[in-house]
């Protein structure tokens, strides 16, 4: 690739010449600057952004870690974020972690030694602790970090309760939730809690399973409840899952042992990410995130910070839900 | 973020002396590199992975345009790319082309002054010329760019003829292709080619239309149904599409319209993503694209032009694809 000196060399003039031109500081005659120009065209000339970086200390490169590229809720959330970022000029480096801690610790460690302006942080697989000590601009989702780390998450105890709200009044009598791991302190578990909640407050039977990994395929699904949920089946009327590829999956489970969905139990399902929005057999009952939102706010969240605009009051931005009704309660 | 000059005011020593531990260069005695060490630690520096790639020349970053990050098919092959770069400590960059031919422009732009060590291309809204003066290592999927551009697919032509056998097979005697985009030439079409071969050879009826966007959603093409197909559905019983979201829309689309899959028209679609694999009503038949094979050819065929090893030899890349039987057929 051409550099400063081959376009130099290419229009007979001196480095600082062609310096000038490209900074647009200092006296440079007008025939200079377009032999200046036109040695760029000629060469195709290419300003080094990482010379740039170096001498601004600024990177105009974000990192995101989500647990996993492929999964419909990440890919969609990264589009955003990326729409967003490229409006900005902000280049993103997009890191998957598996949900694994040493992977999620090597990534914050990558991003640090490349100096990239900020970290938006989508998996959650270390302490806390392991976070606050980042020391650069940082926004997480769905869990909150430090009070002076700002967070994204839509309104998850509001969905539990909605999602909750909504068996009941279908005539639900006793409710399972099949929850998602609930040894991080997420701010999905917010849904849990508002289940159970709703659940006592209506003096209806309850039950919580941990057993909705965001990881999981349909087939890890199906033997997880083949294994687990299998047998509440036949006993509980509605079933509140933790996001919709279970949700799916458990209709697709008890359609298949001749169990009738919505008549016999009740299922809704939470995100409503592409998979869902495609799905039209059934139409899933769930709770919507703003995924659009959620992305775009991620992303504004750290240009704040980037930009040190929010040194006095930190941000935190929890977005509304949406109960979508479909063919499942 | 500390830098070197931190560090060696900590422990008491010259940035000389820092440096010289950070490359593990010249004579260091045990207690100095110890108190460097310790200094490193104390003050979490991180090496500047910035002024190294100045240095060398060389970023460790690789850049990647799809059209649509979200999209299922995109998002898995990303997710392959990501992971076999994180092996090899490569980082990704991630750009979202919209399939907007100034977007892509501006992305390629943006790379190379980032001075990415490569470009993986799954975008291609350019001309073919474009991209052939990008002057840095490069792989192409789906689409020949030229002779000494590599690129990775999966044997298009093949998938065209498996498919469109398997609906001759089943019985089928009118066939329509529902085709990509035509207007660049881009490997897929050699799907239509092996379509209209086969259905010659075969003295079967056929017809391509043009409508199978990888951008389309749900509603998208049902609205592109509803106005350019419905009426070959009654007149056709067999119908290939290039893609698993139309197959599934044109399904849907059938079943409503009152007309029996895979009784009066038989479906076939291409791809196997996530989406597909996820879906159980119905089981699509339809073509295997290798996605995971491709996204980490794509990564190993750049690695090779970025460690020079291709000189000699231009390494292209096709993948067998895979019939799989479901009950649309």
Not at 96 to 102: G, I
Not at 195 to 220: P, R, Y
């Amino acid at each position: 690739m051409a550099s400063i000196k081959d376009v130099a060399k290419h229009a007979g003039v001196s480095v600082t010449t062609v310096s000038r031109v490209l900074n647009n500081r200092g006296y440079i005659g007008k025939e200079t600057r377009q032999k200046v120009e036109e040695a760029m065209k000629t060469l195709d000339y290419q300003p080094n952004q990482i010379a740039r970086a170096l001498l601004k200390n600024q990177s105009s490169v974000i990192g995101v870690i989500v647990p996993d590229l492929s999964h419909p809720f990440f890919a969609e959330l990264i589009n955003w974020i990326e729409s967003t970022a490229s409006r900005h000029h902000l280049k993103l480096l997009v890191c998957n972690s598996l949900q694994e801690a040493e992977k999620e610790a090597n990534y914050i460690t990558m991003l640090k030694q490349n100096r990239v302006d900020g970290i938006i942080m989508c998996s959650h697989s270390q302490e806390v602790e392991a976070y606050r000590n980042v020391g650069m601009p940082l926004v997480s989702f769905d869990r909150i970090l430090s009070p002076t780390i700002p967070y994204v998450a839509s309104d998850n105890f509001r969905g539990g309760e909605m999602a909750t709200q909504h068996l009941i009044d279908q005539g639900c009598k006793k409710l399972l939730y099949i929850s998602g791991p609930l040894d991080n302190d997420l701010l999905a578990n917010r849904r849990g809690d508002a289940f159970q909640l709703k659940c006592m407050k209506s003096n209806v039977e309850w039950k919580i399973l941990e057993g909705a990994h965001i990881k999981a395929t349909f087939e890890d699904n199906w033997s997880y409840i083949d294994k687990e949920i299998g047998a509440y089946l036949e006993d509980y009327d509605g079933i509140f899952c933790s996001n919709d590829i279970m949700a799916y999956t458990l209709y697709m489970y008890a359609t298949e042992k001749g169990i009738q969905v919505p008549e016999q139990v009740k299922i809704i399902g939470y995100d409503y990410h592409s998979f869902t929005r495609m799905l039209k057999q059934p139409l899933l009952t769930t709770i919507k995130q703003p995924i659009e939102s959620m992305g775009k706010m991620l992303c504004h969240s750290l240009i704040e910070q980037i930009e040190g605009k929010s040194v006095k009051q930190v941000n935190n931005n929890v977005f509304d839900v949406e109960l979508v009704k479909g063919e499942t309660t």
